[in-house]
């Protein structure tokens, strides 16, 4: 039973397209994040969602928006698609942070490849 | 906000030999956690330290945490090859605790 799954796996299109990756954990955790990490394998906070609610959205474009349906699920959309948005983006869950974020489970990861 | 600087950048070692990590912050934590990620993965958790904790292990890492130097270490006895891996530090993205804040990561690479 995989704890937080993403998919798809590996994401190629054009500059441009509009692309979603979808993310869902089973732990029943409240926490979700979004993280992105680049070719030097720095990874950076996106967006922060507790309980469904937007905690953090940490300067990111408003061509990225995210969407939590329910706490098992937040889904991640990009419009208008460029170069520079190649990346590996995770997904990750924890639980409510209680005196500092507690053990955060973290999704394979989705290879976005911008043409 | 914060983030963490791992030291060193890359580490190459032989089988059996120890590997320190080290890792240090800007401001004030509540915990500092350890992070492995292999190749093409996920990171997957290694070791959570709180502020009011100095060493911590688990199998065969061990973990310091220096608050009045703010920073840590992770050390990894007798390497395997099964260790070559990235390895992060990560700490509260605010005082709220919101989220994590990663270093930019030491690669250990163990070679047999």
């Known amino acids: 039973d995989t704890a937080v799954s993403q998919t798809p796996k590996y994401l190629v299109t054009q500059m441009g397209n509009d692309k979603s990756i979808k993310c869902e954990q089973n732990l029943g955790h409240d926490t979700m994040y979004w993280y992105k990490q680049d070719s030097k394998k720095f990874l950076k906070i996106m967006f922060s969602?507790?309980?469904?609610?937007?905690?953090i959205n940490e300067t990111v474009p408003n061509r990225f928006s995210p969407k939590s349906p329910d706490k098992a699920h937040l889904n991640l959309h990009i419009n208008s698609l460029e170069l520079g948005d190649s990346a590996v983006y995770f997904c990750?869950?924890?639980?409510?942070?209680?005196?500092?974020?507690?053990?955060?489970?973290f999704g394979q990861g989705t290879r976005l490849t911008v043409v | 906000s914060q983030q963490g600087e791992e030291d060193p950048q890359a580490l190459s070692i032989q089988e059996g030999e120890n590997a320190t990590m080290n890792c240090s912050y800007k401001?004030?934590?509540?915990?500092l956690q350890w992070y492995r990620q292999n190749s093409g993965r996920g990171l997957v958790h290694l070791i959570l330290?709180?502020?009011?904790?100095r060493e911590k292990h688990s199998g065969r890492l061990r973990v310091t945490l220096d608050t009045s130097k703010k920073s840590s270490s992770l050390l990894i006895t007798a390497s395997r090859a099964a260790d070559t891996a990235s390895y992060f530090c990560a700490t509260d993205f605010n005082q709220a605790g919101t989220a994590l804040i990663f270093g930019k990561g030491t690669t250990l690479s163990v070679s047999s």
């Open positions: 330290i709180r502020s009011n904790e």
């Open positions: 990750a869950s924890s639980r409510f942070p209680v005196q500092g974020v507690a053990e955060a489970f």
């Open positions: 401001t004030s934590i509540n915990n």
């Open positions: 969602y507790n309980n469904k609610e937007l905690i």
